[in-house]
């Protein structure tokens, strides 16, 4: 037994450390306190250096330790490396720029003096930016609605900007007319005052010509012609000294960046890095004529008025691709990739920066984790109690899944919100559902009197295509989201397909596992198996067209609010809205600051503190819906007179969740149905796909429309939670499915509608255990959570009853209605089609 299960012992292990490695340390550490703990040789010089640093800081001479080493080394012209001869493998080897290695080995010892699993704005806050449009550029439209849309473009790059992956949880939005504002959590400019500096840079990028006959000069050349300007770019020279050479370029540019589909890293054949330009077609054949015609030539390459390179042209270049290359390291040439794959078409300048307090009142994020506990607690008692043994294993697996999930997160530097940490509870629940799958069947097989050892392993084997189709339906379903989906809708994707991946190893390898070990080591030899329902005989078929019409009534009647209501449906995330500036004598709750606004009829609010970076009175930061502001601010000033309320400006700030988001996750959804049509076709028979596809379309708009009807507005996190009803529809679908097929092979002779309601029937006390522990979880969140986690949890209740009843009367109906009632057309599909005892016995016999 150990010899078999070897592999899955040392993978679980191997795994289970690895979530571990990524998640520490748990806290962050003082920089200083922590770089002096890394040192590694020569200490005493090391601790005299950081001695002067501190002193540095503590006489406001430097912001920080961090920007007081790297000034004071920079300096001096010393090597930081030196001081951690461990670390040498972090730089590569071929950079001798000083500046440069001290800049990535202080970058590296920062970011892992921080936990790797950031808190979100609402938890903790983080730094805050205002970037100011120049207004000569905007001046350039006369129409206002391009003024807005340039405005809206910049906030979409500057969002894939600093959030790649989607995970991050940035807040970026328009302020006003000409100005954007960028919330990072987890991150302080006094560490690092340089990492705004990506964010604005426009990344526009020409393609000038080097004057004719002309070359790089190491003295400024005086001799300039009229259209031509001197430029320079950084070369070192053997010994790592930095120097400038200058050329004579040209000022207009024979090509730009615009044509440019796609910037990436690369190295070269001696291993220095470079970014590798791919052109769109246009783009192509414009640099193809450029350097055709100018074969001999230096052709620089320009990004923002800076000099990175100017190769010689040796010939037409046809390829349609082009480099960039340079005195780079690996972190400048990412930086630079990520910049010209997201141009702005807008010079932006950084006009405030200012740090901001958690958007959540400490009671929240309380009720928050306090909900998190119970629902977790509520999921574990309902497996022991209905389980017994196979409970314990379950929830000891679901630990392991939890953390594999956490550590993933951490891996790819995801930032943990309240309704993140939302997510991870009904992932909780969720999760205990394949394992469900899996002791249902070895109830089945007990009942025929199988050992349980038989048992365990047949009824494994028997839930495993369940399990398997419903989770690559899901995986399938994050792909889209990741491809398709932008910012919070793409963060999703990745976040839900690590929760599959982990799932689907922590139940097939970890739980089977550890069941089996205690199997047949004998450790275990009963597993008490508790129903809630009994085997039930009804006619589901028979009520089908009643629930069905009466369910898609409601459906019509939920989109019939959504279409009068109309922009009255969206939150801030969406539609925007004021921001007052107050300033106060006392400091008033978030908390209370929501009920004053829920009593005073304001609608939804959004309060936090903020103060300039350095030192600063703090002011009160109050987002409302348009027009709520002056409302809000008069009732809080009559709740607490002795608060010295004061208004100091107002501003309009737009939508966090542009026009674009929301397009791709309409896109992502009608993408989601037709590959749910596809799968299930192919991996069942078409009139299954007609079927899931119908009941998860069904369920999606049912928990629109109520969610509407009892008068919520959606916001970022609301996208997320409706989008995940899809994948939990699924897979409800699927366990009903595949039991519809399995009874069409076991009964030859039954009718559909026979097959139907008999496969329904056996599966319905299933159905109802698996919905019941996501129903715990999302319940606890809405009793004793508070905020937007009533919102998502309020959601997954609704999608939860939703699921579960379309899955018998909209899923298995379509399918029954599709074929007519009649078994004959589906057995036209081969892999359905029952194998009757004459027709195997005559194939024998062949």
Known sequence: MLKRNLWKIILTLAIGLWAVWSLTPLQDRKFDTYIGERVGAKPTEFAALLKEAGDGVASHKYPSVYVALKTIANSRKIDLSTYFPDLNTRIESSLKNVEKRNDILLSYLLEKSKRPLKLGLDLKGGVAVTLEVDENALAKEKDEDAR???????????????????????????????????????????????????????????????????????????????????????????????????????????????????????????????????????????????????????????????????????????????????????????????????????????????????SLAQDAIDSGVRATVIGTVLVAVFMITFYATGGVVAIITLAINLLIIVGAMASIGATLTLPGLAGIVLTIGMAVDANILIFERMREELAVGKSLRTANESGYMKALTTILDAHLVQLIICGIMIVLGQGPIKGFGVTLAIGVISTLFSVLITAHLVLEVLIESEWVKKITMRRILKEISVDFVKYGKPAFIASWML??????????????????????????????????????????????????????????????????????????????????????????????????????????????????????????????????????????????????????GIFVLFGHQFSAPMVAAILCIAGYSINETVVVFDRIREELKNNPTGSLRTVVNSAINKVFARTIMTSTTTFLAALSLFLFGGGVLRDISFTFLVGIVTSTFSAIFISSQVFYWWHKGDRKHVEAHQDLKPAYSWEAGSKASQ
């Open 555 to 704: 459906v019509l009647l939920g989109i019939a609010v959504v279409v009068y209501k109309g922009d009255r449906i969206y939150g801030i995330d969406f539609a925007g809205g004021d921001v007052v500036s107050v300033e106060f004598t006392q400091r008033l709750d978030t908390a209370d600051i929501r009920r004053v606004a829920q009593a005073s009829g304001s609608g939804e609010v959004n309060s936090t503190y903020a103060s300039a970076l350095g030192g600063g009175k703090e002011v009160l930061k109050i987002e409302t819906a348009f027009g709520k502001s002056g409302a809000l601010l008069a009732a809080l000033q009559k709740a607490y007179p002795k608060a010295g309320l004061v208004s100091i400006g107002e501003s309009r700030i737009g939508a966090a969740i542009g026009k674009e988001i929301e397009w791709n996750a309409l896109l992502a959804i009608g993408a989601s149905m037709a590959v749910i049509l596809v799968y299930i076709a192919f991996r069942f028979e078409f009139g299954f796909g007609v079927g899931a596809m119908f009941s998860s379309l069904h369920d999606i708009l049912m928990t629109i």
């Open 148 to 358: 807005k849309a340039k405005l809206s473009k910049a906030v979409e790059i500057i969002s894939k900007r600093v959030n790649s992956l989607g995970v991050a949880e940035p807040l970026v939005r328009a302020v006003g007319e000409n100005r954007i504002e960028i919330q990072l959590p987890g991150v302080t400019t006094k560490d690092n005052p340089d990492i705004l500096d990506s964010l604005k840079k426009p990344a526009r990028l020409d393609f000038r010509l080097v004057q004719k006959d002309e070359e790089g000069r190491v003295d400024p050349p005086t001799d300039i012609p009229p259209g031509y300007e001197v430029l320079s770019t950084e070369q070192d020279d053997k010994n790592g000294r930095s120097f400038q050479l200058y050329y004579v370029i040209k000022r207009l540019p024979e090509m730009n960046g615009k044509d440019v589909k796609r910037a990436i890293v690369t190295a070269d054949q001696f291993g220095r890095y470079e970014v590798q330009l791919t052109f769109n077609s246009e783009g192509e054949k414009q640099f193809a004529e450029v350097t055709g015609a100018n074969v001999g030539r230096l052709l620089g390459i320009v990004l923002d008025g800076q000099l990175y390179s100017a190769p010689r042209i040796q010939g037409a270049i046809t390829g349609g691709t082009a480099q960039i290359t340079g005195n780079f390291t690996q972190r400048d040439a990412e930086k630079l990739a990520g910049i010209l794959n997201n141009p702005l078409d807008l010079p932006l300048q950084i006009k405030e920066q200012y740090e901001v307090g958690p």
